[in-house]
């Protein structure tokens, strides 16, 4: 069936660093890729998404491209600030749609440090 | 924002009680989901709705159930609670296909 793996982390950095976040997946076809982040106490909220291979998902300063030949949507941001600290989970959602369910990675916890 | 509610936030109950969570939604989706989050999982597929009437189960949904009878209302119900049911539920809906899912605040469920 279909997967995705991540690290889990935490993940620790120091505001201003570079971030990445690597996403594997398996699945058949050609599965939609999402990138979902949630803070403390909160429900996951969508943070980008990627259709297509080659397409690049961005928003807020985060971006990551759907790499079928590596089956890779790795989250990448070039300056992370305090405010990013959160849980960021990768999903797919199978060829055709994802009307029964998306497959989540287990979380990556992201510390960032003043 | 999608309208999307869940209740309560949190409750408590004993092991072998009955446990009803309620999903509500104000903008007539017609797919709904239930997913139960614990630490070393991420999210889990317990059961979701292509609409009334019309459920299906996810990847753990041995001793839960669901019911649909309004578009609005989605309900999860553990059966008889057990302490391996303790977690943190969430609903979602999706606005659209390849659009990903939008998600409700949670319910902590404590079974004691």
């Known amino acids: 069936g279909d997967s995705v793996t991540q690290m889990e982390g935490p993940v620790t950095l120091s505001e201003e660093a570079f971030l990445t976040i690597n996403c594997t997946y398996t699945a058949t076809g050609y599965p939609s890729l999402f990138w979902y982040v949630q803070y403390p106490g909160e429900g996951l909220q969508l943070l980008l998404k990627a259709t297509k291979a080659d397409d690049k998902g961005s928003n807020k300063g985060f971006e990551a491209t759907y790499r079928k030949e590596t089956t890779s949507f790795h989250l990448e941001k070039g300056s992370v600030q305090v405010s990013d600290s959160a849980v960021y989970f990768c999903?797919?959602?199978?060829?055709?749609?994802?009307?029964?369910?998306?497959?989540f990675g287990k979380g990556t916890h992201l510390i960032i440090q003043p | 924002d999608a309208g999307i509610t869940q209740s309560p936030r949190h409750k408590v109950t004993e092991t072998g009680t009955p446990v009803t969570l309620r999903c509500h939604q104000t903008?007539?989706?017609?797919?709904m989901y239930w997913y139960r989050q614990d630490p070393g999982h991420g999210l889990r597929l317990i059961h979701y709705?292509?609409?009334?009437?019309?459920?299906d189960k996810g990847e753990v949904s041995d001793g839960y159930s669901v019911s649909r009878s309004k578009t609005e209302d989605f309900l999860l119900t553990l059966e008889s609670a057990t302490s391996s049911q303790t977690s943190v539920y969430f609903c979602a809906i999706s606005v659209g296909d390849n659009y990903g899912y939008t998600f409700g605040s949670g319910t902590r469920l404590t079974v004691v």
């Open positions: 709705s292509y609409g009334v009437k019309d459920t």
């Open positions: 999903a797919l959602s199978p060829s055709g749609g994802g009307a029964d369910g998306l497959t």
């Open positions: 903008e007539n989706h017609r797919y």
